[in-house]
């Protein structure tokens, strides 16, 4: 069954350091997502990618964060320079169509000290 | 921003019987729900959805059902398996206009334990 990759699944990062996470959406849907998950609390949208652009993002995606599709297979995220507060479960997902279910990869524990 | 709530952190249930799973949302735009099945250390799984011009929507043991003018969901699982103990998680995006590119907003979860 198609599945939604990601590496790493862990990543400790220094503060102020630059990390980049990575996702393998499944091979033939065209929308791309960033949700995160602060411990305890409720997964969050971060960002929406479509058609090689943003397409909506929130407010926590501010100009530290930025997303790239390298290629045809890899989307990324970027945290330019990490804070404490940016150690979360970073959750990368994909949908066929926009407008049906997600389908979300395992996660990258993101750890910031 | 709390424009989806589930409110009971927790449900015990025991093997066998019904799980009931409940979701309120403020959002009258949203038009498509969603529930997630999470467990520690992994990503959400899909579930089940239903749009908004629907009420019921079943696949085996789970049926969702939608009732808008309550703005209110619930998840039903018959029978509950003790395998079925996750987090779950109800989901809305409001797909009107082609504007929001799938955009989901997530409850706090409810965290299920189905005993043998």
């Known amino acids: 069954e198609p599945e939604v990759t990601q590496t790493p699944s862990h990543q400790v990062t220094q503060m102020g350091q630059e990390v980049i996470l990575r996702c393998v959406p499944i091979s033939n849907h065209l929308y791309f997502y960033w949700y995160r998950q602060i411990l305890g609390q409720k997964v969050e949208f971060l960002v929406s990618f479509y058609n090689n652009e943003i397409s909506e993002k929130s407010e926590i995606f501010d100009d530290q964060f930025s997303v790239e599709r390298p290629d045809g297979s890899n989307f990324t995220l970027k945290i330019r320079s990490t804070k404490l507060e940016d150690s979360a479960m970073y959750f990368c997902a994909s949908s066929e169509a926009g407008y049906d279910e997600a389908f979300f990869g395992q996660g990258t524990r993101l750890t910031v000290v | 921003d709390q424009q989806v709530k589930q409110n009971s952190p927790s449900l015990s249930v025991q093997e066998g019987r019904i799980s009931i799973l409940n979701c309120d949302y403020t959002?009258?735009?949203?038009?498509?729900f969603l529930w997630y099945k999470k467990y520690p250390a992994e990503g959400p799984t899909f579930l089940i959805s239903?749009?908004?011009?629907?009420d019921k929507n079943e696949d085996g043991r789970f049926t969702v059902f939608l009732n808008k003018s309550a703005k209110h969901l619930s998840l039903h699982i018959v029978p509950s398996q003790p395998g079925d103990s996750a987090v779950y998680f109800c989901?809305?995006?409001?797909?009107?206009?082609?504007?929001?590119?799938?955009?989901?907003?997530f409850g706090q979860g409810t965290i299920l334990t189905v005993h043998p």
């Open positions: 239903i749009s908004s011009i629907k």
């Open positions: 959002n009258s735009m949203f038009d498509y």
């Open positions: 989901a809305a995006s409001s797909n009107a206009g082609g504007t929001s590119y799938g955009k989901l907003t």
